[in-house]
């Protein structure tokens, strides 16, 4: 994830170089995505607003679930995660969106399938805790998984008023 938060750090930054003066930069992102533009609107001053949809809260608990049932001795998942942390240069507790949402001072759309096996709806529920009351604008879609909620209109009109008022 890493990796993908200097990406988009690095694409605002090279907006800024090219174009001079940009107006504010909205971000969206799906899954992996919405936890990566959670971090990169909790640091990037240019960012106005950000949309997490189908994000998890937690990157050790998820990559934990991603073993579970493989019986892998739980020894060798701790030691390949140090390695990991050591690989990217951050702690997974650092880039965790539970931890950096409660830093944002900006709007945050979360928006999270009922039905969604892959990152299951309490983390969805963990990061609503965590981001401060004044910034959130949570939904949670009944039927939806992880990806049919891309095609339910809905989240593309609530998404729409959500970022319409955040340029207010």
Known sequence: ???FIEDVETGIRFIIEEFGTIQPV???GHSLGGATVINVAARNPHVKAAASIAGFSDMDRLL???FAGKKVPGILIRLLFRYIELKIGEKFSNI???RVA???DKPLFLVHG???DVVHVSEFEELKRAVPERYLHAHLLK???HSSLLKNPEL???MDSFFRSSLK
């Open 1 to 3: 994830m890493v990796k």
């Open 26 to 28: 909205l971000l969206v």
């Open 64 to 66: 934990r679930r991603s």
């Open 96 to 98: 965790s969106p539970n």
């Open 102 to 104: 409660s830093r944002l």
């Open 114 to 116: 009922d039905k969604d």
């Open 143 to 145: 039927g939806e998984d």
């Open 156 to 158: 593309y009109d609530l």
